[in-house]
Structure formats: structure tokens, C-alpha cells
């Protein structure tokens, strides 16, 4: 029992850690059924083509459903047409929302580079793709240039590169290995560095972000289940009244400028440190203070808390 518990801890603590590894064994094992169950090069000269929409196109995919996925596409893009939001974001918040966007795309892009690099690896893709580009024969053939790239065509279809071709070339295969290892490395030092710079830029220490990840996860949970019961008692009595021909009983809810007060993106403030909007709302005389107010204009938005998660 204790091991049950310690293991549904670690899960716990580790979420976001686990959840993207599993999105990354889920793309690995998308990857390879494609590759041996679907993929299947022509040989002639659509390989390129047909290689890169393989290597490529389920890739873009995988990004477009990483942003739907992120509830902070939904919570910049709702309502951003309204006359509100334009006024807010001509105000000073283009460089807030832009750090957002970058945030969403570093995370709606761990399953695109997950494909890439696996399917580099796997060498499949790059190799029908490589071997229909005219940049690879000019590479490969120096004589005979016409026939030789006809042989290179069938290269993916299990022919030998032909004779004629330069013998310190590296293969095809051997190339596409190459470059998913460069991609790899590369992803994993931009993390590293992207990582060590948002703590080096932290405004908050180390056990006070800690804290702030604790509060956020509480809020977010409690959020969730007073609204749910905010919402059933409000259905009841709207039911109550249809059903049973009565006058509606007073019922506060929030106006449409609370939920718009609170749903601003969080822009951290050092003066105040606040943890959140809900937080900075309750502190602020439900933000009818003149201190509720957003402070985009010298501030970048910074909410550590979720990038942090992994270390702490």
C-alpha cells in the first residue's frame, strides 16, 4: 500500500514530466507504424515529394492539435476580436502575448520534433525524399549523370547506390542518422538554455516558486470544483422555476466584467506579488481598487511556476 501511494505521489509531482514522455512514446509508436505499415516509397520521381509529406505534414499536424490542446490558445484567443481586448493589447501587451505565443509553440512543438527526429533515425523518410532531390544526385553522380539518378531512385526500393558515384560520400541512411542526432542535440541544449535562463530571470526564489506551484495547482483545483457546484445550484433553480411555474429566487453570480477581470493573462508584479488574477481580484476590493489594473506595458509576463515544475 505504501508503494501504491509513494508511486501515485511521484506521478503526481511528475505530471507534466510524464505527460509529455508519454505524448513522445505515443509519437514514437505513431512513427514506426507508419513507417513499416503505411509508408511505402515509389521509387521514382515523386520520392521526394511523397518522403517529405511523410516526414513533414504529420509533423505540422502534431503542432496544429499541440496548440488546440493548450488551453492558453483558448484564453489569448477568446474574445480577442471584441473592442476590449483590441484596446488591451494596443495598450502595451504585444510583447506579453508574444512571449505566450513562443511558450505555446516551445510546448505544442515537443510531439513535431519527436516525429522528426524519430523518423531521422529511422532513416525511411529522409532516404525516399533525398533520393528524388536533384541537390542529392548532383551530390552523388558525377558521370553519367542521368542514368546514375535513375539508380538513385531505387535506392530506398533496396538497391545499391551505383558504382560510379563518389566513394567518400556518406549514404543516404547514414545521413538522415546524422541529422536526427544533430536535431536531438539541439532540442536538448535550447531546452537547457531556455530552462536556465527562466530561473536566472525568475523575479521569485526558489521555495517561494515553489510555493506559487503549489498555490496555482490548489486554485486551479478548487476553481474547478466551486464552479461546478456554483453551476449546478444556479441550473437547479433555473429548472426549479420552469417546472415548477415559480419566481427565481436571488442567485448571485459573477458579472461579465468579474469574469473578464480575472481571466487577463497574470502579469507578475514584485510590489505586489500577487500569485495570480484570482489572487490579485480578491486583494483588490473584487478589482474595483485602483490598483487592479494590468501592467503589461513595462512588465513581462512571467509565470515560472509551469516551467519550473520539472525540477522542483
Known amino acids: 500500500m505504501d508503494a501504491l501511494r509513494k508511486a501515485v505521489d511521484f506521478c503526481i509531482r511528475h505530471q507534466k514530466v510524464l505527460g509529455y514522455s508519454t505524448v513522445s512514446l505515443l509519437t514514437v509508436a505513431m512513427e514506426h507504424i507508419f513507417s513499416v505499415v503505411v509508408f511505402k516509397c515509389p521509387c ?9 509529406s511523410f516526414l513533414l505534414a504529420p509533423a505540422f499536424i502534431l503542432l496544429l492539435l499541440g496548440y488546440m490542446a493548450n488551453a492558453r490558445t483558448w484564453l489569448l484567443l477568446t474574445g480577442g476580436c471584441s473592442r476590449e481586448k483590441h484596446v488591451q493589447c494596443s495598450s ?12 505555446m509553440t516551445a510546448k505544442a512543438s515537443v510531439a513535431p520534433l519527436t516525429w522528426i527526429a524519430v523518423a531521422l533515425l529511422g532513416a525511411n523518410f529522409y532516404e525516399c525524399a533525398a533520393s528524388g532531390s536533384s541537390l542529392t544526385a548532383h ?55 531556455s530552462t536556465c535562463f527562466s530561473h536566472c530571470c525568475s523575479p521569485v526564489s526558489y521555495l517561494q516558486l515553489k510555493f506559487w506551484k503549489i498555490y496555482t495547482k490548489k486554485e486551479h483545483e478548487l476553481f474547478e470544483t466551486k464552479a461546478k457546484e456554483h453551476a449546478t445550484k444556479l441550473a437547479e433553480r433555473n429548472t ?8 427565481p429566487e436571488p442567485f448571485h453570480t459573477p458579472s461579465r ?17 500577487h500569485y495570480s488574477m484570482i489572487h490579485k481580484y480578491a486583494s483588490t476590493n473584487r478589482g474595483n481598487s485602483t490598483e487592479f489594473k494590468e501592467e503589461g506595458q513595462d512588465h513581462m ?3 515560472f511556476v509551469e516551467e519550473a515544475q520539472e525540477v522542483l
Open 240 to 247: 426549479n422555476c420552469f417546472f415548477e411555474a415559480t419566481d
Open 44 to 52: 521514382n520521381s515523386g520520392n521526394m515529394l511523397y518522403g517529405l
Open 92 to 103: 502595451g501587451r504585444a510583447c506579453g502575448c508574444l512571449c505566450q505565443l513562443l511558450r
Open 257 to 273: 466584467e468579474d469574469w473578464q477581470k480575472i481571466s487577463f493573462l497574470y502579469t507578475f508584479n514584485p510590489q505586489e506579488q
Open 301 to 303: 509576463i512571467l509565470e
Open 139 to 193: 551530390f552523388f553522380c558525377k558521370e553519367n549523370r542521368t542514368v546514375c539518378q535513375t539508380q538513385l531512385l531505387q535506392v530506398p526500393c533496396g538497391e545499391e547506390l551505383p558504382a560510379n558515384t563518389t566513394p567518400e560520400r556518406l549514404s543516404l541512411k547514414a545521413q538522415s542518422q546524422l541529422f536526427g542526432w544533430f536535431l536531438i542535440a539541439a532540442i536538448m541544449t535550447v531546452a537547457l538554455i
